[in-house]
Structures are given as structure tokens and as C-alpha cells.
């Protein structure tokens, strides 16, 4: 792709191969983490701000996951929503502080609904919409640009504090926050490819802005129990 960058220690699919404790981070970072599956996830609805809790398996994923070493001292803001305190009391981040700056963005009238099957009813309008890429915009709701402001906001008054931090938060901000660093217009699909049972690392910077460190350092903690003979886990 013409214009990207690879982040250190990053492969082209903007994996990070080397366990998360092999490199040094500078004191002021921050890694995205997405909550947990809800139901609404598993049936593709558009959640928003509507607080729809962690399923059942979303429960279950959550509590196979740890956080590496350096992840796990750092201070923890949550969104408010359920969804996102829930999965970083799962990660044993219980000093956890919602911060309304990392809430899901608002799909206004949408919230509920599957975005498939609005593509199909609102037709040219809706691709029209979507291709303003930060200024899209559902009614009642809010932009990408807006989340975009005020996650920058966010960074800005933590940059200098000279502490990480561990941000349980949605998807859309996470989006917002690889837009703040690579200037991604969200016109197209991302430079990079985001796994959602990772963290995603980034340098906190003074003015608002971010750093791409890592992306998709793994939360999966490896299963090492011996494998029965005749047996497989695959």
C-alpha cells in the first residue's frame, strides 16, 4: 500500500510476532483493548451506546484471557458502558475508572439495528453516507471525526503523566484511535488489520496525537496442559 508504514515490530499484517515484554515501551503509552462479545456482536447488531452486557461466551473468551506483564501494572479507564467494565473486571483490572471520552459512538436511531440489511434499505443514501468516511454520520448520532475529537482530547491531558495506561473501551474508538495515527480517512478499509482479542499499543503524545508501538498483541493465554494420546485439540 502506497503511503503506509509498518509499526516496530510489526509483520506487513500489522501483527507484533515477539511477546509483548521483549522491547522497552517509553512511560507514556496506551493499549486499546476491546470488550468482550456481546449478543448483539454474534447477530450483528449495531450497538452504539445501547449497553448490552458480555454473553455468556463472551464471559468465557474474556476470563481465557491475560494481559502481558507491563499491560497489567498499568492504570485501567474503562468506557462506561456495561460491556467494557465487566471485561476489564474479568482481566482483573478491578481499579478500573469509567471515563465517558472512551464510550462506544453514538449510532443515534440505528442502535439495534444490522448494517447489512440498512445498506440494502437505504441503498445509494447509505453508500453515500459511508463514504464520507470520518463525517459519516447516522441520524441522531455522531461522526467518526467527532469520537476521533474526543479521544484526542483524551490522550492530550495524559500524555505528560508520565504513567501507561490500559483503555477498555469499543471498537469505534479503537478505529478512531488508528485514524489519529496514521491519518486514515476511514474512506477505505484500515492500513491495518485489527484483532479484536488483542491489545492494540500506541505513544501518547502532547498534543493529542498517537504513535502506532503495536498492534495485536495477544490476550489468548496459551493452553500447555499435555494433550491426551489419540487426542487432538484442533
Not at 50 to 68: F, H, I, M, N
Not at 190 to 203: G, M, N, Q
Request: overall charge positive; hydrophobic content about 40%; aromatic content about 6%.
Amino acid at each position: 500500500m502506497p503511503g503506509a508504514f509498518t509499526p516496530r515490530g510489526a509483520r506487513d499484517d500489522g501483527c507484533a510476532p515477539p511477546p509483548f515484554g521483549r522491547s522497552r515501551l517509553p512511560v507514556s503509552w496506551i493499549a486499546f483493548i476491546r470488550h468482550g462479545p456481546t449478543a448483539w456482536n454474534a447477530e450483528g447488531r449495531i450497538q452504539g451506546r445501547t449497553d448490552v452486557p458480555l454473553s455468556p461466551e463472551g464471559r468465557d473468551e474474556v476470563a481465557r484471557w491475560r494481559l502481558p506483564g507491563e499491560l497489567s501494572a498499568a492504570r485501567c479507564r474503562t468506557s462506561p458502558l456495561g460491556r467494557a467494565r465487566e471485561t476489564a473486571a474479568l482481566l482483573g483490572l478491578h481499579d478500573a475508572r469509567p471515563d465517558a471520552a472512551l464510550i462506544e459512538m453514538d449510532w443515534g436511531t440505528w442502535e439495534g439495528a444490522v448494517l447489512g440489511e440498512l445498506r440494502v434499505a437505504l441503498g445509494e443514501a447509505m453508500a453515500a453516507n459511508e463514504q464520507r468516511g470520518l463525517d459519516f454520520q447516522p441520524p441522531g448520532g455522531e461522526s467518526p471525526r467527532a469520537v476521533r475529537q474526543r479521544l484526542r482530547r483524551f490522550v492530550a491531558a495524559r500524555a505528560t503523566s508520565g504513567q501507561p495506561l490500559v483503555a477498555v473501551t469499543h471498537k469505534g474508538v479503537i478505529r478512531a484511535a488508528l485514524s489519529l495515527a496514521t491519518a486514515w480517512d476511514m474512506r477505505a478499509k484500515p492500513p491495518f488489520k485489527l484483532r479484536w482479542d488483542c491489545a492494540h499499543v500506541f505513544d501518547m503524545q502532547s498534543d493529542g496525537t498517537l504513535l502506532l508501538r503495536r498492534l495485536n498483541v495477544s490476550l489468548v493465554a496459551v493452553d500447555r496442559r499435555p494433550t491426551p494420546r489419540g487426542r487432538s485439540r484442533g
